[in-house]
């Protein structure tokens, strides 16, 4: 039997950039198109074995509406690592994870681990001219504030395993 260590992990970013659907697909490897926005937050895990120890991560998938913003402390407060993610086609979501970053500096545990996450980069296959969130921007942003970074697709499964693997390797193991 592996030992088993427990990372709370907590989402946050603007209204429909792809948080619940970054999780179905690490949870479920599966996606939905017209994925219905959460209400409040949902809670979901996952085990992943790395090496000889297992990972199991508990995960708060908060909502991006402006209306459910005042319960978010609740779900970070404890967290070891967070997701904040942002949509590359669209600059608004990218401010809005500033934002994020800024206040989990502020106010979440000090050994937080935080995972900048630039999804729906599949919409850049299509079509180039749609991506208006630059990589650099987000290395840049990831850099200075001492964060994780990846672009990811939930549509394609593109990086998002390799998100939760990386902090999972980051975290201290008890
Ligand atoms: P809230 O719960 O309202 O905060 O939204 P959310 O961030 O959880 O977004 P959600 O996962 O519900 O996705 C919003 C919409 O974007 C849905 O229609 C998804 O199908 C779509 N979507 C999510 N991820 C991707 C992606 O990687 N690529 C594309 N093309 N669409 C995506
Ligand atoms: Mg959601």
Known sequence: NNPVTSIKLVL???VAVG??????????????ENKEPTIGAAF?????????H???FEIWDTAGQERFASL??????????????YDVTKPQSFIKARH?????HEQASKDIIIALVGNKIDMLDEDP????????????????ENLLFFETSAKTGANVNEVFLKIGENVPLK
Do not use: C, H
Request: no cysteine; net charge positive.
């Open 12 to 14: 946050l970013g603007e």
């Open 19 to 32: 948080k619940s659907s970054i999780v179905l697909r690490f949870v479920s490897n599966d996606f939905a």
């Open 44 to 52: 979901l895990t996952q085990r992943v074995n790395i090496n000889e």
């Open 54 to 56: 297992t990972i199991k």
């Open 72 to 85: 978010a402390p609740m779900y970070y407060r404890n967290a070891q690592a967070a997701l904040v993610v």
């Open 100 to 104: 994020w970053v800024k206040e989990l």
């Open 129 to 144: 001219t749609e991506r208006k969130v630059a990589r650099e921007e987000g290395e840049k942003l990831a850099q200075e």
